[in-house]
């Protein structure tokens, strides 16, 4: 009887329904439909609708709602373990890196487990792979970045900050205004928001390479989690996790081929740093890294374990 | 569908018993979020709260409402309507086309709705009278002069509606200019026309009263401070140079320098403006918070999915579901306050414009100018009450429901033109792409 | 009652007198800020985070003093020639309207703030400053906002059974 009956989830959107990134989501909620044979459905609400985008970690605790997609970039003011989350800059560079990092090294139970204490399962999934400088003017130094006005969020405001810079933190509706006016000179942003929100029409110069391959996280409440039926609760587990595989790959591709339309198009040009001064950038990171490394022993083992897998893929930090 | 109609219903009814909008719109949230979703579902008017505190544009609000406390406090009024009588008392019915004119930029100085009403009402009305302008006519011109207010920006409204609706808010505001000039424009011609067919409603200025050239000349300095603040308020957003919460404190700050050169810049005028400030903050602010909780009630309860579909299914097209939801907003207008008539509408007629491919700026530039409408038209019209408050007890409430008459039929007039003729609306604002 | 409204009307107009001033770091700050990024060319990282928290504590201690001063706005159209008694009554009614919705918004607040203070929540900016002080304002908010508005409940009550027109205070 039990096998019967329909269980619903809701699920609060942290980007409008047809970007890009909410692809994850709604993806996830159709192979879930799909892998439970319909016993349980996803209901998604456009952001804002349940609560606002910074609320949600909150209010998945408070069960308000059964599962979010979020950038863990939110909540760095609630989980500090949310910059590991995101990638750190300068950090793993690409999806499988990031996928070795969290998986094989031991990164994604420190990430669980800061999101364990508030009552949260965390799924990652892959967001941009080109997640760096979007300029009015080529970057090919470090010096080319001297005082020039950066959107940047977070820890990459920092980065850029470190870098020289000076970082800017305007909404991201105004971006695109703010590009064409010159009340900044360069925000770090996806690539795929080249094409997804027109940025190319704003924006000169792209910078390779990527500072990380960032990610997002699904997120389900550990109790909706608890209260599916056993056989439910193994699918939507193992599942999750390979969907988001196959969702993140699918993303990646999508970031490289509005940079290359961008491109393609005469919109962008690509600048590319030399590795002379990635070299420079990591010495100037390192400060950084160190710094979220002081917040808390379970901080210092997230960055020691980034650390080494940076020293084995030969980018080494320090 | 029972759903739907217990919740539009009961906030109609609730408003109508003349409970303060914010408190009715949160504890309707409130009781029908636990009423349809449960205790838990209760949190989400934190948030729903919380977020109007985070919303930068939202942060615009008490600035702009600051600088035109400022200018109130400061005399800038009443030196307009002394050089703007110089100017136009030559013609028949020149104080009230005068009238017009100073709304107008006044509109252009503040964000708010019955600033020019007020202040107009006070310093042009018992002159006008005195003439023996028509009472009616002058009576309504003064009334409807101030809903240029909104209409024109900086404008309060079309800050809320930006930011419900995800909107760049100097898109809105560049948008709102060529509406609020016609308007402008449609008013003073009424009155210039009116008076021509009938001289007797507005006469001149006797020969004696009028002022020599050089005092007209002297008296420009006191029209050319206010442009010169909208230049740069109104210039720092359209030039990209600022946003417009950027732009809301220099124009604070600007208006703080008009009222030193005016010799009104002392503790106790800013003291007075710090006040009301806080007082209209609490005022939009709160309304803006229910309306918060309100749109998160229709939107996880479904209901504005199921209005918004009911209205995509409607079998007269996209321009024929265009004008049923203007007519409801001006058919709202005529009971609700503008501000909440925005709150209740947009999160159900959003996916609307998204499933009928409407484009959304147009759109909301239209809904602005037909919620607008709503200050002047009778019964329920927040200028009209203003203006009573203000009048000499000889204007009943019915010279003024006779008066505002027929400028709300001129802005509906400019309402139909916006909607057969969209550049009027989307020209300004396409610059700034 | 008559003792409670006079202390609620001073007290709600004392943090209004107080707390309107807040408006004059609100203007300097975004000035200061645009000031720091076009003639500096050096914004600041933390312009905008005390701003939002200004703005709060204005947005949520302004709710009572605008309800004292009869600020809040209503639709009086089938009312506004209502007898005053009538009026007081057809308010006492709707007032379990208000006072329901205030108390869930402040308890929910109260506890939405104490999740944010048991981890020391900041801003998820680079500043980074508290967050929890900002959460507090909404049941802080709520909570002044209620008690003026059982001043409000009594001086409605005092027009119903008071045998003048007299309103109770102000
Ligand atoms: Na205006
Ligand atoms: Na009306």
């Known amino acids: ?318 | 569908m029972i759903t739907t109609i217990l919740i539009i219903v009961s906030l109609l009814a609730l408003l109508l018993t003349g409970m303060p909008v914010a408190f009715a719109l949160i504890g309707l949230s409130a009781l029908w979020l636990f009423v349809f979703q449960g205790p838990s579902s209760l949190f989400m008017i934190v948030s729903a709260s919380l977020t109007q505190a985070r919303t930068e544009v939202f942060l615009a609000i008490p600035l702009f409402v600051l600088m035109a406390s400022v200018l109130q406090f400061s005399g800038v009024a009443t030196s307009l309507y002394t050089t703007m009588r110089m100017w136009t008392g030559r013609m028949g019915g020149g104080l009230a086309i005068g009238t017009i004119i100073i709304s107008t930029l006044m509109a252009a100085l503040t964000g708010i709705g019955a600033t020019a009403t007020v202040t107009m009402g006070l310093i042009a009305l018992p002159e006008m009278f005195k003439r023996n302008y028509n009472k009616p006519m002058v009576v309504g011109s003064i009334t409807a002069g101030g809903a240029l207010g909104p209409l024109i920006p900086p404008s309060n409204l079309l800050i809320i509606v930006g930011g419900y609706a995800s909107l760049s808010v100097g898109k809105l505001f560049m948008g709102g200019i060529i509406p609020g000039l016609l308007c402008a424009l449609l008013y003073a011609l009424y009155i210039w026309i009116r008076c021509k067919v009938n001289p007797q409603d507005g006469p001149p200025l006797p020969e004696e009263e009028l002022a020599s050239t050089k005092d007209k000349i002297r008296a420009i300095p006191a029209v050319f401070l206010p442009i010169c603040l909208v230049i740069v308020v109104l210039g720092g957003i359209y030039g990209g140079i600022c946003t417009p919460t950027e732009a809301a404190g220099f124009g604070a700050v600007g208006a703080m320098i008009i009222a030193g050169i005016n010799r009104q810049l002392n503790i106790k005028n800013m003291y007075e403006s710090f006040k009301l400030t806080f007082k209209v903050t609490g005022m939009i602010m709160w309304l803006v918070i229910g309306g918060g909780c309100y749109s998160t009630l229709v939107t996880t309860t479904g209901t504005a999915g199921f209005v918004s579909e009911y209205l995509t299914s409607l079998p007269f097209g996209t321009m024929g579901t265009i004008w049923i939801m203007l007519i409801l907003v001006l058919i709202l207008g005529m009971f609700i306050d503008p501000v909440a008539i925005t709150m209740i509408c947009i999160p159900v007629f959003l996916p609307v414009l998204q499933s009928l491919g409407i484009d959304v700026l147009w759109f909301m530039l239209l809904f602005s100018l037909a919620t607008i409408i709503g200050y002047i038209t009778p019964p329920f019209g927040l200028n009209i009450f203003y203006m009573k408050s203000v009048a000499p007890k000889n204007v009943t409430l019915g010279d003024i429901y006779k008066g505002v008459i027929p400028y709300a039929l001129l802005q509906i007039a400019v309402l139909i033109a916006c909607v057969l003729c969209p550049p009027l609306l989307t020209w300004l604002p396409s610059f700034m792409d | 009652m008559q003792s409670y409204i006079r202390f609620m009307d001073s007290l709600t107009d004392w943090l209004g007198k107080i707390f309107c001033w807040l408006m004059l770091p609100l203007v300097l700050i975004t000035c200061f800020e645009v000031f720091m990024r076009y003639v500096m060319r050096q914004p600041t990282i933390w312009a905008w985070d005390v701003n939002i928290q200004i703005f709060a504590v204005i947005i949520f201690l302004s709710g009572g003093y605008a309800m004292r001063h009869k600020g809040h706005i209503t639709v009086d159209v089938f009312t506004i020639n209502m007898a005053p008694r009538k009026k007081a009554v057809l308010s006492l009614l709707t007032s379990v309207f208000f006072f329901f919705g205030i108390i869930v918004l402040m308890v929910m607040g109260w506890e939405m703030f104490l999740m944010s203070w048991k981890v020391k929540e900041n801003m998820p900016t680079i500043w980074a400053p508290p967050y929890y002080w900002m959460k507090l304002m909404v049941p802080l908010g709520c909570f002044l906002l209620l008690a003026q508005g059982v001043a409000e409940f009594f001086k409605d009550l005092l027009n119903v059974f008071s045998k003048s027109e007299n309103n109770g205070g102000n």
């Open chain 1, 1 to 318: 009887a039990q096998d019967k009956k329909v269980i619903t989830w809701k699920m609060q959107a942290s980007y409008p329904l047809g970007t890009t990134v909410m692809m994850h989501g709604v993806e996830w909620a159709k192979y879930i439909n799909q892998l439970t044979n319909g016993r349980l459905k996803v209901e998604i609400l456009a952001p804002g609708a349940m609560c606002a985008v910074g609320d949600i970690v909150t209010y998945l605790e408070k069960g308000v709602f059964d599962c979010a997609i979020s950038y863990g970039g939110f909540y760095t003011g609630l989980i500090p373990e949310t910059d590991l989350e995101i990638g750190l800059p300068m950090g793993h560079m690409t999806w499988d890196e990031y996928w070795d990092a969290y998986w094989n090294r031991g990164l994604g139970d420190i990430i669980r487990g800061a999101y364990a204490e508030h009552n949260i399962m965390q799924y990652p999934c892959a967001a941009g792979c080109y997640y760096h400088f979007n300029t009015n003017f080529p970057v090919n130094k470090l010096s080319d970045l001297k005082g020039k006005k950066i959107r940047a969020l977070g820890v990459y405001g920092k980065y850029v900050q470190a870098l020289g810079g000076s970082a800017v933190t305007i909404p991201g509706g105004e971006l695109y205004m703010a590009m064409k006016l010159g009340t900044i000179d360069g925000a770090i942003y996806d690539a795929s928001g080249l094409q997804d929100v027109k940025f190319h029409e704003v924006v000169k110069y792209y910078t390779f390479p990527t500072a990380a391959q960032i990610a997002l996280s699904l997120l389900i409440n550990k109790n909706s989690l608890a209260k599916l039926p056993e056989d439910l609760r193994v699918i939507v587990d193992m599942g999750t996790r390979f969907i988001l595989e196959d969702t993140g790959n699918r993303y990646i591709t999508m970031t490289k081929a509005s940079l290359n339309k961008s491109v393609a198009m005469k919109s962008v040009d690509i600048c590319t740093l030399p590795d002379a001064e990635l070299v420079k950038m990591r010495k100037l990171v390192k400060p950084l890294w160190d710094e979220l490394a002081a917040k808390s022993p379970r901080m210092k083992k997230g960055v020691d374990i980034l650390k080494q897998q940076m020293r084995d893929v030969g980018r080494p930090i320090d």
